[in-house]
């Protein structure tokens, strides 16, 4: 049986615990990277009677790294751990699992039921569609993912009770805090990596470069996470950085954007860079090979 034709529960299923063996194995790089990127922050502090601006000390990759080993233990590294595995489990599985699905019906629609070909365009809408979709459902999932990431304290004691005093204090828009910004990173994401690396995947293996199997896999998730780090940086950066924020500190996530331009310069934009290029290469190449290797099992025994 071909991977196509699996029921969609079991794509699902396949894409969301490949992608959440990867989030486990490179989750302190995915830490660190949010602690680069609310680097520079502004906050207004009130001192004998006047207020001045507090920015947090510029700090690189491995400072961060030991620094957060040295104050706050080596467990801070794997901080809203389970929150991002119940992203992954939410988030994946709709934007990976429902990807071949969408590029059917978009390839249907676009070039016919004959159409031939890589059908670009159907691969890059089928990318937009399932990464929007995905955002919708797992939101919440990864507002608390960010905000356990990005504390120095604790500040929650587990997901479920971030979930609970969030939605208290802040309501079900806290919750869903940074949506359309993060819709928009994860269209962009989804197709910078899903696409880019079923493309160049389809690409090796018509010109005969190199065959179906685990080195194919490896070297398309290499480019794929190239890709979508350059791409999905500075929204990125921009989410992680709304959705950290107290209440009322951004009027929106362009708000946000605005004042980091004007603030801190374009280099803001790609901070935690080093972690994220190194973050998103190691998770494609781990999720794509597990995924792929999850397929063949799947198409075996479902």
Known sequence: MSYDNLPLVTKMLTAGVSASFADFMTFPLDTAKVRLQIQGE???????????????????????????????????????????????????????????????????????????????????????????????????????????????KVRYTSTLQAYRQIGKNEGVRGLWKGTLPNIGRNA?????????????????????????????????????????TVVASPIDVVKTRYMNSPSGQYSSAVDCAIRMGMQEGAKAFYKGFVPSFCRLVSWNVVMWVTYEQAKIFAGKHF
Do not use: W
């Open 42 to 152: 502004a906050k207004a502090v009130l001192q004998n009677g006047s207020v001045s601006v507090l920015r947090t000390q510029q700090q690189g990759l491995l400072s961060i790294i030991v620094g957060m080993v040295r104050t706050e233990g080596s467990r801070s590294l794997y901080k809203g751990l389970s929150a991002g595995l119940q992203r992954q489990m939410c988030f994946a599985s709709v934007r990976i699992g429902f990807y071949d699905n969408f590029k059917q019906f978009y390839t249907r629609l676009f070039s016919g039921e004959n159409a031939t070909g890589l059908n670009v365009g159907a691969r890059i809408a089928a990318g937009l569609t399932t990464g929007g979709l995905a955002v919708c459902m797992a939101q919440p999932t990864d507002v608390v993912k960010v905000r356990m990431q990005a504390a120095k």
């Open 188 to 228: 962009i994401v989804n197709v910078s990596e899903i696409v880019c690396y079923d493309l160049i995947k389809d690409t090796i293996i018509y010109y005969g470069l190199m065959k179906d199997g685990v080195p194919l896999h490896l070297t398309s998730g290499l480019v794929a996470g190239f890709c979508t």
